[in-house]
C-alpha cells in the first residue's frame, strides 16, 4: 500500500476512536450475581488485558469492557484486533503480554467446535468454496473485501455487528460504493431496508453472542489430554498422499502447550519427514502450532480436535504461500496394529499389484486380510510404519472398496478393485493464481488428476463410480479464447510437471500489446495414457493481478504478537 494511503487510514482511524470506543451495551439486571450472563457482555477478570486496554476500552463497575465484552472470536480474530489496535491506536503490547490476552480471549470468548466447524476453511487458509444458507445480499455485501469465513468465525450482539459495520466505513471508505452504499429498492418486492441494516440484523440473528453452543462448550471445556502416539494421513496437491506417526509430550509446566515429533513419508515418492515443533490448543479444540520453526520448511498448523480427542484434522501451511501445505487427519494409535493406509489405493482386477500397507505395529504379512478374491502372495519388505506386499487379485473379483483387516484394526475402503481407468478429473475445476516476484509476492496454484472407474454401470458421474485416486499425467496450457486474437497462454507463465502453476512476474509488460499485466485465462490440461489411447481432462485458470493492498498491520510495527502457532 503507498505511503499516502496508509496515512490516511491512520488518520481516519484515530479521528473515529474516540467515537466508535465511548460506546457500551445498556446494562441490564442480573439474575444472580455470580452467574455471567453473556446477553449481558462477558467479566474481564485477567489484569494484564484490563492493565494494558482500559485506556481506550473502559471498565464499567460490573468489570464488563467496552467493545471487548461483547465479542467472541478464533485465536486469529483476537491476534488481529491486537495488531490492529497497535498499527492503529498506538497500543504497546510485549510478546508476553500479547500473547496471554490471545489466550485469555480465545479461551474464555471463543467459538464452540459446533461453531468453528463451518468457518474452518477461513483459519486453514484454503480458497474453497463453502456452504452459505444465509441471506444472500448479506453475503455479497461482506466479499467485496474478504471471504465470508471472516464473518462466519466471530460472534458479536447485533449492536456489536453495527459498530463493526460502523468501522468498516471508517477505516475503509471505498466500502461505501463496493458494498454499502443504498441506491434504493429495484421492485416493490424488495428489502426496503438501507443494506447496511439488513446486514446488521441479519448477522445479528445468525451470529449472535449468546448460543446454546457455547454455554453448552464453555461449561464443559477442559485442557486437551493428547499425549502418546497418533497415525497421520493426508494429501498435499501435487505431491500425493502421506503417512505417518506424530508423538506428542504436554508441556510439564503449562498444560494446553505440547511438544510434537512427527515422521512421515509421501507414498509416491518415498520422500521421508522429520518433524518437530510445538503447538498451543485453544478452547480446548484449536491446535495451533508450528514444526520445523526457522527453517526453509516450516510449516504452521491449523487443527480441529475432536470432542472424543480421538481424532484431529485440519491443515499444514507455508505462510509465506498459504497455498502450499497438506490436509492433514490424526487418529490415535489404540491397539498394537493400526493400519492407516494402502498405496496405491487402485489395483486391477485379474492383475499381481504390489502395494505398500502403512500404519503401526504391522509385522504379520498373514494377517492382511483385504476380503475374498484378494490374496497376499509375498512381502518383500518390513519396517515399523510400512509393509510392503504383493496381492494377487483374481479375474471374477468383484469391483469396488475393500475393507483391510490385520489383527484387529480395520482399515475402510483401504483399496478398491478396478477394471480400469475410464476417465479423469483435474482439481480445483477452477483455479486461480496471481502475477508477482518483481514487486509483490506470486501467488501459485497447484493441480491434482484423478483417475475413475465408471463402475459396474458403465456410465460416467452416477453413483458407482469408482475414485481411483492420483495418475500420473503430462501437464500442458492451452488457450482460453476469450476474444479474438487472445495471446495470454504467451504471457500468463507456466505449468510444471508436479502440477504446479508458476505465474509470470507482475507487469506491466512492454512486450505485450497495450503494456498490460501478465494476467488472462488459460486452460490446464492434464493427459494420461490408459489402455488404448490418451485420456485427458481440464481445468480453467484465470491469472489476476498481485494483491496490492492487503491488511496486515504487523508488517508496520516494530514489537508485538508474532502469527499464533505454539508461541
Known amino acids: 500500500m503507498a505511503f499516502s494511503a496508509r496515512f490516511s487510514l491512520l488518520l481516519t482511524g484515530l479521528t473515529i476512536a474516540g467515537v466508535l470506543l465511548a460506546w457500551s451495551p445498556a446494562s441490564q439486571s442480573s439474575d444472580s450475581e455470580d452467574r455471567i450472563l453473556v446477553d449481558e457482555g462477558f467479566l474481564i477478570t485477567n489484569q494484564t488485558l484490563i492493565d494494558r486496554c482500559s485506556r481506550c476500552h473502559t471498565v464499567d463497575e460490573e468489570g464488563r469492557m467496552s467493545r471487548i465484552s461483547w465479542l467472541r472470536k478464533t485465536p486469529e480474530g483476537w491476534q488481529t484486533s491486537i495488531r490492529r489496535m497497535m498499527a492503529l491506536h498506538g497500543a504497546r503490547l510485549n510478546q508476553a503480554d500479547a500473547v496471554e490476552i490471545v489466550r485469555y480471549l480465545s479461551n474464555e470468548q471463543g467459538l464452540a467446535p459446533e461453531e468453528l466447524r463451518p468457518g474452518m476453511f477461513e483459519i486453514e487458509r484454503r480458497s474453497d468454496d463453502h456452504d452459505w444458507d444465509g441471506d444472500s445480499d448479506v453475503e455479497y455485501t461482506c466479499i467485496q473485501c474478504h471471504s465470508m469465513g471472516r464473518v462466519m468465525t466471530q460472534r458479536r450482539t447485533e449492536e456489536e455487528w453495527g459498530l463493526l459495520i460502523t468501522t468498516h466505513r471508517a477505516l475503509y471508505p471505498l466500502s461505501d460504493w463496493q458494498a454499502f452504499r443504498y441506491t434504493g429498492p429495484a421492485s416493490e418486492q424488495d428489502d426496503p431496508r438501507h443494506p447496511m441494516e439488513r446486514a446488521i440484523n441479519h448477522l445479528g440473528e445468525v451470529f449472535p453472542l449468546e448460543t446454546p453452543e457455547w454455554s453448552a462448550w464453555s461449561a464443559n471445556k477442559r485442557p486437551a489430554r493428547l499425549e502418546g502416539t497418533w497415525t497421520i ?37 518415498g520422500e521421508q519427514i522429520q518433524r518437530t515443533g510445538q503447538t498451543t490448543v485453544y478452547t480446548g479444540y484449536q491446535w495451533r502450532g508450528r514444526s520445523n520453526p526457522g527453517s526453509d520448511d516450516e510449516l504452521r498448523e491449523v487443527m480441529f480436535i475432536e470432542r472424543d480427542q480421538q481424532q484431529i484434522w485440519g491443515r499444514w501451511f507455508r505462510g509465506d504461500y498459504d497455498e502450499i501445505g497438506p490436509n492433514i487427519s490424526m487418529k490415535r494409535a489404540v491397539g498394537s496394529t493400526v493400519v492407516t493406509g494402502v498405496h496405491p489405493r487402485a489395483i ?90 518483481a514487486n509483490f509476492p506470486k501467488g501459485y496454484q497447484i493441480f491434482d488428476a484423478w483417475g475413475f472407474d465408471d463402475g459396474p454401470d458403465g456410465q460416467p458421474n452416477t453413483e458407482d463410480d469408482l475414485a481411483l485416486g492420483r495418475v500420473d499425467v503430462s501437464w500442458h496450457l492451452e488457450e482460453y479464447a476469450a476474444t479474438y486474437g487472445d495471446d495470454d497462454i504467451d504471457f500468463v507463465g507456466e505449468i510444471q510437471e508436479d502440477g504446479k502453476f508458476v505465474p509470470a512476474a507482475d507487469g506491466p509488460n512492454a512486450d505485450r500489446s497495450g503494456n498490460r499485466n501478465n494476467i488472462g485465462d488459460v486452460w490446464v490440461v492434464a493427459t494420461s495414457v490408459s489402455g488404448d489411447g490418451a485420456i485427458s481432462a481440464r481445468a480453467h485458470l484465470v491469472v489476476m493481478p498481485p494483491l496490492y493492498m492487503r491488511w496486515e498491520p504487523w508488517a508496520e510495527i516494530e514489537t508485538g504478537p508474532r502469527p499464533i502457532g505454539g508461541n
Open 233 to 269: 494421513s493426508g494429501h498435499e496437491p501435487g505431491k500425493g498422499p502421506l503417512y505417518g506417526t506424530m508423538m506428542i509430550s504436554v508441556d510439564p509446566n503449562d498444560a494446553s502447550v505440547f511438544k510434537t515429533s512427527s515422521s512421515y513419508v509421501y507414498a509416491e515418492s
Open 348 to 437: 486391477l482386477q485379474g492383475s499381481s499389484t504390489n502395494v505398500t500397507v502403512y500404519g503401526v505395529g504391522l509385522s504379520d504379512a498373514e494377517a492382511l486380510d483385504f476380503g475374498s478374491g484378494i490374496s497376499v502372495e509375498s512381502m518383500d519388505e518390513i519396517d515399523d510404519g510400512a509393509l510392503r506386499v504383493t496381492l494377487q487379485v483374481a479375474e471374477n473379483t468383484g469391483l469396488g472398496g475393500r475393507d483391510l483387516y490385520a489383527n484387529g484394526s480395520i482399515a475402510e475402503d483401504a483399496v478398491v478393485v478396478h477394471n480400469g481407468v475410464d476417465r479423469i478429473e483435474v482439481t480445483p475445476g477452477t483455479g486461480t493464481a496471481r502475477s508477482g516476484g
